[in-house]
């Protein structure tokens, strides 16, 4: 399950869709015409789910198309997951990552090579270090490579 947008993550989709997984995207767009002139990807999901910002958000000024990091869309998205895979991101990685171990989903992170690799990996373990001592705290795993994070959440899936 992803934003629905370009990048890494719309790759993680197509990875997934290859190894059989199933990929759903929450878009931030209301309309598959809107989706489409944004030039986020519309292909390669297996369901495709396009929301809309709030009216009371609206009001305050948030545009649609900008929704991407809200926490009750965080919320949903993971309590739908059956593991959480996170790449360095934007400021809503942290929302994902606080919402998965709250609602104790495995955790996959992807630790990309170099210096900036490592750094994203120092901040995730060190965000993560109270829940870690929790007996039932989620199980998180680093990986470098990705062709094993992918095998190791589709593994996750399948137990849940």
């Not at 990685?93 to 490592?118: C, D, F, H, S, W």
Request: glycine residues 12%.
């Amino acid at each position: 399950m992803t934003g629905g947008c370009e990048g890494l993550t719309y790759g993680a989709v197509r990875g997934a869709s290859r190894a059989g997984g199933k990929t759903i995207a929450v878009s931030p767009w209301s309309s598959l015409r809107k989706l489409r002139e944004s030039g986020d990807p519309v292909r390669g999901f297996t369901h495709l789910w396009l929301t809309q910002v709030p009216k009371d958000l609206q009001r305050l000024g948030i545009e649609e198309g900008k929704f991407n990091h809200w926490s009750h869309r965080q919320t949903h998205d993971v309590a739908a997951a059956a593991a959480v895979v996170l790449t360095p991101g934007h400021g809503g990685t942290l929302g994902e990552l606080g919402n998965a171990l709250v609602l104790k989903r495995p955790i996959a992170v992807l630790q990309p090579k170099g210096e900036a690799g490592a750094k994203f990996a120092r901040a995730i373990r060190a965000y993560t270090a109270f829940y870690r001592l929790e007996k039932s705290a989620p199980t998180i795993r680093f990986f470098k490579d990705p062709a094993k994070l992918a095998a190791w959440v589709l593994d996750q899936s399948r137990a849940r």
